[in-house]
């Protein structure tokens, strides 16, 4: 089984390239498939959820306040569901 050190430094790897993807596009609104890095968008996807169990579960989950400040230092969407119509018929078409 990993250990924590591995699950840390996967996620810090993500981190970085999230932190490229963010001085590329301006955004970090990493599309769920996006084919350059699939794994980037999956990670994307999965900090939103993590964040979501720890709002509602009183900080029982897996993200930490430290790495929430460090992904809203960045511009991080929480709830892209706020994100204009636009933007969701792009992210369903991988436009």
Same mark, same amino acid.
């Given at each position: 089984?990993?250990? @924590? *050190?591995?699950?840390? /430094?996967?996620? %810090?790897? +993500?981190? /970085?390239? &999230?932190? #490229?993807?963010? $001085?590329?596009? =301006?955004?970090?609104? !990493?599309?769920?498939?996006y084919h350059p890095n699939p794994a980037l968008g999956m990670w994307v996807r999965n900090? +939103?959820? $993590?964040?979501? !169990? *720890?709002? %509602? #579960?009183? =900080?029982?989950?897996? @993200?930490?306040?430290? +790495? @929430? #400040?460090? &992904? #809203? /230092? &960045?511009?991080? !969407?929480?709830? !892209? ?6 933007? *969701?018929? %792009?992210?369903?078409? %991988?436009?």
């Amino acid at each position: 089984m990993p250990s @924590i *050190w591995w699950f840390n /430094q996967q996620w %810090n790897m +993500r981190y /970085q390239e &999230l932190k #490229e993807y963010q $001085a590329e596009h =301006g955004d970090c609104l !990493v599309p769920s498939r996006y084919h350059p890095n699939p794994a980037l968008g999956m990670w994307v996807r999965n900090q +939103r959820n $993590a964040y979501s !169990v *720890w709002k %509602n #579960e009183k =900080g029982k989950s897996s @993200i930490t306040p430290e +790495r @929430i #400040e460090l &992904l #809203e /230092q &960045l511009g991080f !969407v929480w709830d !892209v569901q706020l994100m204009p119509s636009t933007w *969701w018929f %792009n992210q369903q078409w %991988n436009m």
